[in-house]
């Protein structure tokens, strides 16, 4: 249970500390890796009051920084979402373009 929750822990703090950087992808391998070690830790059996009192302190204060990690994955997300607005107004100008450079006839108006 050391071993995993040391894990987890140092997980946790490199991530932290890399926070204002981090990209969407290294997020999502983050979480990955988060939840399975958090799978793992729950399916340890964990004997003794003092044992206890400590992997639960060790627990809350990973999920202490929840409120970070969601901060970063709510920036990215609003971040993306600027880029497609961005990426979607363009093509519409540009389609407005096209289409006007596309004419099959012309008609002159002949005037005596």
Known sequence: ??????????????????MPVITYEELEEFLDKRG?????L????????ADMKLYKASIESVLAYDSLIQ???NHLKLQASS?????QTTRKQK???DSADNTESLF???RN
Request: glycine letters at 6%; zero cysteines; proline letters at 0%.
């Open 71 to 73: 901060d970063r994955m």
């Open 36 to 40: 399975a070690l958090i799978s793992t």
């Open 83 to 87: 880029e497609l607005i961005k990426l």
């Open 42 to 49: 729950i399916e340890m059996d964990v004997s003794g009051e």
């Open 108 to 110: 002159y108006d002949q």
């Open 1 to 18: 249970m050391d071993k995993t929750l040391n894990e987890l822990m140092s997980l946790t703090q490199d991530v932290i500390g890399r």
């Open 95 to 97: 389609s407005g373009y």
